[in-house]
């Protein structure tokens, strides 16, 4: 799991790995290890998975080895 | 007071009552329900009402519907002949010359007068003709090769 | 997918389903539909650009026999004084409400303060003159510098900075900050040999949609009221719309006109939500329209920005280091696109050390509106120009000095991801063999060349296709077609089901005959709605499968279904699609394929522009003598279109660079509020746009689709900015390139 400058502040690091094989349980890890890291900030975005943007997680799953980051969802013209 | 107005519409004979202020343009799509001839700016720099007026190209929207008595007026709906497409309307859609299509109107008359006046004319005699035709989509190239392959198919048929 | 496939209707140049209309004039567009009993709406606007509303009383205007209904901010019951008391209102709404119509203050030149509706357009025009109001003028903010100045008036008393170090304390102009970073800038400018800073800006700038915002509405208290407009997304007008008003989603149908350009311009609301108000309160459907002036004056503009840019590398050509400080004008509230244009502004590189910072400021101009790849033009504009000065220091060839340090796959971005497999080196390579950068560059011309990075999107979109008993059918989908995307989802039905396009008519429903659909934007309709349609035709495949095996007694595993004909695997029997639509009633009712996706995988479309431009020394006049246009589309299922889209991009980037601005007056008045002063190009202006189509197949997209939409706006400005900087000699850091500011270029050279 890697964060960028924006999430960097709230979980005090620039990656960690974490033990999760979809959303729910990422989501769940990251809170309890990182308590800045909160829901609040966290459901807005979206979710990278090796290089794929998913703009809606919720139900996305991942291999253990996934590289994982957060991003802002784009709107677009 | 309105005026009573009688006129010729591709065509077609038509009357109507219409204040002196209203434009040509604003009686067509209002009144008249012809709303094949398009608003874009109503100040005569987008081109998107290009009506023929007795021949003549203008922009609909800076003629008088009082000024219509007696004319001869030719929109964009009178330019297909029943369901069979003017061989300018179909190069531009041949060539893809249109995306959103608003400014395709009016391009299609200012396109049909260009050819009327000047049936083989330069590519850059087609952009200057239609330099008064302001379309946003397209960067205009696909509509300047629809006019030259238009001009070229309507001059092997002449 | 990405191995090699033959295609027999996808990459062909079919004639657009939606044509015959439109080059008849039949097609109906915004401002096109009157129904019996309508009245018109006409909006009363601020004369000033900020001021405090010190009385407005509607009661004359009311009591003229031709009004017949009056709209204030009041009438949004969401967002209105009584609901902020209550603290009922709701999130994010307020800004939109009050930009639609003002709240005690105006903000901008132009801003709606309330509306009226008449028996006659004239008549509500006249009317406007009735309501009596009062304004306290304050000194307007009309630039960056001046909004972030201690000194400068503050728009928003609660607006306070978000995404600083510390949590802001006092109110400011500045709404959010954001910054990126990637490994360590300072050692990365320490290893540089050579480095370039400079300051860039570029004006506020209008989509220009040919079309203006119109529309026609049918308030219904007993069932769903009716909204016709011109918009890239219907969907997202009647959720705005249902906030605004607090009415529930299906008490709101709104059908999607067609729709006279957009460009991002069309994804929000103005006129919808105050003609229902009007059409509520005066129980007649309600007519209306915007002029060109309000268009210019009070729809949504892309941002006004300034840029810091530092570049450093090794004399090999390796970038070290680039860093920026990205200001966007967000006009009178919050929300530019500055996120973006952070997100995009280095992406074309594949560097160690990266640092982004960005801020949204607001000014007293309008509220901005996306406008194709919002954001990106701004920063990637300043971005190249750093790149190709930097290259002409070095002494290496531009395109030389990008492929040395492009972006590929594995490439991490600053935003965090790595980019799987993107066409940038293609688009170099393709750009390297073109006949434009082969030629030699005529006397008096600059050459210019600059790459553009965009992400796109997938999201949300649902399809139904309906077969017919003779085997033409019906593809229901809910992304607007805003340039021939009709088109490329017949093709691509049609792939799939083995018929001829035009044996399936695409249409864009309304919000009560498909389900929700995002807007049409981030380049996603091809490629999300396109992934749709794709669906429910394999949805149609496996249902025709199973009828043939009705009909053969076989099994659906016994049957399959190539180039629209069934094969009876057990023997020589053959179904054409058609054969199993007409026995459909005898296998279990008529066959309808569905599909609802939150599509993902969006492939990012690079591109690389090249430009010549000649400049007139007497006059600074510019002219673009030859432009090609050279982009990844990762398959194009219309071709004609996708170069249509690399087109009109380059040629509004190129108004973008060359002509176009807002010009304000010190008191905040625009004075350019019509296309005779606000100079799009023309086709006079203009050569041939030469488009060369690269296709490196997005590997998460049946066909290899990227959306292409929106990149090809990006490369112009800096293909401009370094044509007429080769050709004046000069550096460029001011657009638009417009003759008096080319002049005195010139005369200050001398």
């Keep these: 799991m890697c964060f960028n400058a924006s999430l960097e502040k709230h979980a005090g690091c620039a990656s960690l790995h974490v033990v999760a094989l ?41 291999s253990a080895e996934a590289e994982l980051h957060f991003i802002e969802k784009i709107a677009a013209g | 007071m309105k005026s009573h107005i009688s006129t010729t519409i591709n065509g077609d004979p038509v009357e109507f009552l219409c204040d002196p202020s209203q434009t040509l343009l604003n009686v067509l799509r209002n009144d008249l329900g012809m709303t094949g001839t398009k608003e874009g700016c109503g100040s005569g720099d987008c081109g998107a009402c290009s009506v023929l007026f007795d021949g003549e190209l203008v922009c609909a929207c800076l003629v008088l519907g009082v000024e219509a008595q007696g004319a001869e007026i030719e929109t964009v709906e009178g330019v297909a002949t029943h369901d069979q497409l003017h061989v300018i309307q179909e190069k531009f859609l041949e060539h893809a010359a249109l995306q959103c299509g608003i400014c395709t109107p009016g391009l299609i008359v200012s396109t049909k007068a260009l050819l009327e006046e000047n049936p083989s004319p330069t590519e850059e005699e087609a952009r200057y003709f239609l330099a008064g035709n302001l379309c946003r989509c397209t960067g205009y190239d696909k509509i300047i090769k629809a006019v030259m392959d238009a001009a070229a198919t309507m001059r092997q048929g002449a | 997918m990405s191995e090699a496939r033959e295609f027999k209707h996808i990459g062909q140049r079919t004639i657009r389903p939606d044509g015959f209309d439109k080059v008849t004039g039949k097609a109906n567009y915004g401002a096109d539909l009157s129904l019996p009993g309508m009245i018109w709406g006409a909006i009363l606007r601020s004369p000033h650009a900020h001021a405090n509303i010190t009385k407005l009383d509607v009661s004359r205007a009311e009591a003229n026999p031709d009004v017949l209904a009056i709209a204030t901010f009041e009438d949004f019951p969401s967002v209105n004084a009584a609901a902020q008391r209550d603290g009922t209102q709701r999130d994010g709404m307020m800004d939109t409400a009050c930009n639609i119509l003002a709240n005690q203050k105006v903000l901008y030149h132009g801003h709606a303060v309330a509306a009226i509706a008449a028996r006659s357009e004239a008549a509500a025009i006249a009317a406007l003159d009735l309501i009596d109001i009062e304004y306290e003028v304050l000194r307007p903010v009309l630039s960056i510098d001046d909004a972030i100045s201690a000194q400068a008036p503050i728009l928003h008393e609660t607006m306070m900075t978000q995404g600083l170090a510390e949590p802001a304390t006092k109110a400011s102009n500045i709404s959010a900050r954001m910054e990126l970073k990637k490994g360590d800038i300072e050692a990365g400018f320490a290893a540089a040999d050579v480095i370039v800073e400079r300051a860039y800006d570029t004006p506020t700038v209008h989509q220009g949609y040919i079309e203006p915002h119109a529309t026609t509405v049918v308030f219904n208290e007993n069932g769903p009221s009716m909204i016709w407009c011109p918009t890239q997304g219907h969907f997202d007008v009647r959720a705005r719309v249902a906030q605004l008003l607090n009415l529930e989603l299906g008490q709101i149908k709104v059908v999607a006109s067609e729709i006279g350009g957009g460009f991002g311009g069309k994804t929000t609301v103005y006129l919808e939500p105050v003609a229902l108000i009007l059409s509520r309160k005066s129980g007649r459907p309600v007519k209306m329209e915007m002029s060109r002036g309000d268009v210019f004056r009070a729809s949504g503009p892309a941002s006004a920005s300034q840029s810091l840019i530092k570049v450093g590398a090794k004399m090999d050509g390796t970038i070290t280091a680039m860093q920026a400080t990205l200001h966007y004008e967000a006009g009178a509230f919050q929300g530019s696109p500055m996120g973006p244009g952070c997100m995009t502004v280095f992406t074309p590189y594949d560097v160690e050390n990266l640092y982004v910072e960005g801020f949204d400021v607001v000014v007293n101009k309008p509220k901005v509106a996306a406008y194709r790849a919002p954001g990106a033009p701004q920063s990637e504009f300043a971005a190249e120009m750093a790149v190709n000065e930097l290259a002409k220091k070095i002494g290496m060839d531009p395109i030389e000095f990008r492929l040395k340090n492009a972006a590929k796959e594995g490439t991490q971005t600053i935003y965090g991801p790595k980019l799987k497999v993107v066409g940038l080196e293609a688009c170099l390579e393709a750009a390297k063999a073109s006949p434009h950068y082969n030629a030699p560059i005529p006397e008096n011309v600059g050459r210019g060349l600059a790459a553009g990075f965009w992400f796109n999107i997938g999201g949300q979109s649902s399809v139904i296709i309906n077969l017919n008993p003779d085997g033409t059918g019906t593809i229901i989908e809910g992304s607007p077609d ?128 090249i430009c010549d431009i000649k400049v007139d020394k007497e006059t600074g006049k510019t002219d673009v003598v030859r432009y090609t246009a050279i982009q990844d589309a990762g398959k194009a299922i219309h071709p004609s279109y996708v170069e249509g889209q690399f087109q009109g991009g380059a040629v509004q980037g190129i108004g973008w660079a060359l002509n176009e601005e807002y010009v304000y007056s010190k008191d905040g008045i625009m004075e350019n509020a019509g296309f005779l002063d606000y100079r799009i190009p023309l086709a006079s202006d203009l050569p041939e746009i030469e488009a060369i189509i690269v296709e490196v197949p997005n590997s998460f997209h049946p066909f290899g689709v990227r959306g292409v939409g929106e990149t090809g706006i990006i490369p112009p400005l800096a293909a401009v900015g370094t044509a007429v900087a080769e050709a004046i000699g000069q550096p460029i850091s001011s657009l638009p390139c417009s003759p008096p500011k080319i002049l005195k270029l010139l005369m200050s050279a001398q």
């Design chain 1, 22 to 62: 979809n959303y729910r349980a990422l989501l769940e890890e990251l809170t309890q290890r990182l308590p800045q890291l909160t829901q609040e900030v966290l459901t807005p975005l979206a979710l990278v998975i090796d290089g794929e943007i998913v703009q809606e997680p919720f139900l996305a799953g991942f």
């Design chain 3, 482 to 609: 805003i340039g021939g995307s009709r088109a490329s989802m017949q093709m691509m039905a049609a792939e799939i089901l083995g018929v001829a396009p035009s044996s399936l008519n695409p249409i864009v429903a309304d919000t009560e005959h498909v389900a929700y659909n995002q807007t049409t934007g981030g380049s996603r309709t091809t490629f999300a709605t396109g992934m749709a349609v794709v669906e429910a035709a394999e949805d149609i495949v496996e249902q025709l499968k199973a009828r043939a095996a009705a009909m053969w007694n076989v099994t659906a595993e016994q049957v399959d279904f190539k180039d629209g004909v069934a094969h009876n695997l057990t023997g020589e029997d053959q179904l054409t699609l058609a054969d199993i639509c007409a026995s459909a009633e005898k296998t279990g009712g008529q066959i309808s394929g569905r599909a609802n996706i939150n599509a993902r995988g969006a492939g990012p479309s690079f591109a690389v522009h």
